[in-house]
């Protein structure tokens, strides 16, 4: 009896060795990586109405998140959208909802909730909406796990 027990331990082992591997809380946010991107190579992308970078990128026309009207060269309908580099591809995910600061983008793989808090601009009159500087707070979630970041970044109308 206690080598069938022994048995079916040392078989199960591996099973739930790759279980705990896939639960959720075992992934790494490192696992989720961003990049910045040219704007440029977004053809589809009417204009970049937000743009946004983490600290470390200085690059001119390059961002770690943009978002904006999404128009299709063959006249389909435009769609508002985010657009992030992640894990090396561009990922482009339709706004599903925006509310008092907060932003929500989907695709197949992916959400993007995008959390905007005003930063004074010295440039902008006081009232003015045309234009602001924002921190932001963008969480991804893919099935790799989550990851949350903080940047900064300019839009407007």
């Known amino acids: 009896m206690f080598k069938n027990m022994t048995l079916f331990a040392v078989l199960m ?5 790759a279980y ?8 790494s946010p490192s696992s989720i990586v961003t990049e910045d991107f040219d704007v440029s190579v977004i053809t589809d992308l009417a204009y970049p109405v937000c743009t946004w ?15 904006g009207e999404m128009c ?3 006249g389909e309908r435009c769609t508002y959208s985010g ?8 990922a482009i995910l339709k706004q599903l909802s925006s509310d008092n600061g907060t932003s929500v983008f ?7 909730i995008t959390t905007l808090t005003p930063i004074k601009n010295p440039k902008a009159e006081v009232g ?3 234009e ?8 991804i979630k893919t099935s790799r796990g989550e990851k949350k970041l903080e940047m900064t970044g300019f839009c407007s109308i």
């Open 132 to 139: 602001s500087d924002f921190n932001a707070v963008v969480v």
């Open 128 to 130: 003015s909406e045309e």
């Open 53 to 67: 970078n983490l600290g470390d990128n200085k690059k001119e026309n390059f961002y770690h998140f943009v978002e």
């Open 83 to 90: 657009v992030m580099k992640l894990n090396g591809k561009i």
């Open 106 to 112: 989907k695709n197949d793989n992916t959400t993007i």
């Open 72 to 74: 299709p060269a063959g």
């Open 20 to 27: 705990a591997a896939v639960i959720p809380e075992n992934i």
């Open 13 to 17: 082992s591996p099973c739930v060795a």
